[in-house]
């Protein structure tokens, strides 16, 4: 059996992170993924490629109600606010609304959560709703698949 999605945080994030990349693809960005999972933000991203035009982008799933926390870290080690230079962008996937994307400078002042949802967000909005064939995935997906790993060998 191969674990395939729960609704483990981590589970989650990865998720959120592979849609948002597919988002930032398809808006025309190249895409780096950090080899260090504790820097404060999940991929770079640049239209052209060149050194110094690469974007940190943190990448959040929104909860059912269109919120995103801004902590991060575990909770049981402790949760630390953002902080200038952590990231430059935050890229809110949001089943229900669509993927935002949001300059730090725009979500400095709030302390724990915003609500994506709300009309001062809503010029950041750059794709529509996720298609109804991803909602099972991201809520009701089974925590277990069973796949053949590998096809039989002919004798």
Same mark, same amino acid.
């Given at each position: 059996?191969?674990p ?6 981590? =589970?989650?994030?990865i &998720?959120?992170?592979?849609?948002? *990349?597919a988002? %930032?693809?398809?808006?025309? &960005?190249?895409? =780096? ?15 052209? !490629? ?5 974007? @940190?982008?943190?990448? @959040?799933? *929104?909860?059912?109600? !269109? ?6 870290? #575990? @909770?049981? *080690?402790?949760? @630390?606010? &953002?902080?200038?230079? #952590?990231? #430059?962008?935050? %890229?809110?996937? #949001?089943?229900?609304?669509?993927s935002?994307?949001?300059p $730090?400078?725009?979500?400095?002042? $709030?302390?724990?959560?915003v609500c ?10 750059? =794709?529509?709703p ?8 991201? *809520? ?8 053949? %790993? ?6």
């Open positions: 059996m191969i395939f999605l729960s609704d483990a945080p981590r =589970a989650v994030g &998720y959120a992170q592979s849609l948002g *990349a988002v %930032l693809t398809r808006l025309g &960005y190249q895409l =780096a993924t950090p080899m260090d999972a504790t820097l404060p933000f999940d991929l770079l991203a640049s239209r052209d !490629g060149a050194l110094h035009s690469w974007t @940190k982008v943190q990448v @959040k799933q *929104a909860s059912r109600d !269109g919120t995103v926390g801004l902590r991060r870290g #575990d @909770k049981r *080690a402790g949760c @630390k606010s &953002y902080v200038a230079g #952590d990231f #430059d962008v935050l %890229l809110v996937v #949001d089943r229900g609304a669509g935002f994307l949001i $730090y400078s725009e979500i400095q002042r $709030y302390r724990s959560r994506v949802r709300d009309v001062r967000f809503s010029r950041f909005r750059v =794709a529509g996720l298609p109804e064939a991803h909602a099972p995935l991201i *809520a009701e997906a089974p925590t277990q698949v069973q796949l053949p %790993l590998f096809p039989a060998r002919a004798a």
